[in-house]
């Protein structure tokens, strides 16, 4: 057990370690942990995974409230580098409840509800590289305006299923974006032109869009080609999946949903 390098299961639920001093087991060579459920992010647990590059959690009850889970302890995991969360519940003060550590260069956030103001936070984390928001709930102004001087190092930038309409941003928000990729975004509206201006962008990906975006996507390229000659640009665009396809991944997630919360529905995030 002390060898064992990746633990990844559908959902999982981690005992407390037992208290008894000789039972310490401390698992050094463990770099993946995915996907737990019920997961109290204790001093004593994560002193027993110190070596931790990529976690998975999903939090399906959160009644006892976020302090419950201790979130503010990732912080000491120097080492993990993929951090992805999994929400069956609405929660609008994750981000208050949680410090992340600054080696993390992957984070996916899956099913939350918080302010797109919020993402400040994520914005600051040094060494992100690809952020994934999927399903997403938010609520409040369906506009991200991020800070400049935030997503120093992202590269890859994915926004699937969620609500927004505008999305105000350029170069100084993500000066080394190389791909955006945007799915299922129905309400929004356009890519910002000033998202042209990015001049390490290689590809924008759209996948069962509003019209206006692809329309908007085309523009980029074509100013990208008119102000810079950069003919390397590329706009892949999948309009719809296969009914059949999408059906059956449809009632996937509806499946894992139900299970997960007994039959009960999402909180509304508005």
Known sequence: M?????????KFILPDPPRAENSVVVLENLQTLSTLIKFRCTEEILERVPNLKKLGICL??????????????????HRLESLKFLFLVSTPSFLE????????????LDGSCVRWEDLTTIGKLPSLV?????????????EWEPNEGGFRQLKYLLL?????????????HFPVLERLVIKNCQSMEEIPSEI???????????????????????????????????????????????????????????????????????????
């Open 160 to 172: 699937d299923k969620v609500r927004l309409l505008h999305c105000r941003a350029d170069r100084d």
């Open 60 to 77: 399906e009850d959160v009644q006892m409230g976020l302090e419950y889970f201790y979130l503010k302890n990732l912080v000491h995991l």
């Open 196 to 270: 042209g201006e990015i001049l390490t962008l290689q590809t924008i990906e759209l996948h069962s869009c509003n019209p206006s975006l692809v329309t908007s996507a085309k523009k980029i390229k074509e100013e990208q080609l008119r102000k810079y000659g950069n003919e390397d640009l590329q706009i892949l665009i999948n309009k719809v999946r296969k009914k059949r396809d999408k059906a059956a991944s449809d009632r996937r997630y509806e499946r894992s949903v139900s299970k997960q919360r007994n039959n009960r529905t999402f909180p509304l995030c508005r």
């Open 97 to 108: 409840n949680i410090i992340f550590p600054s080696s993390l260069k992957k984070l996916t």
């Open 130 to 142: 690809v952020l994934k928001l999927k399903n997403f709930a938010f609520y409040g102004r369906p």
């Open 2 to 10: 002390t060898r064992l390098r990746h633990l990844q299961l559908g």
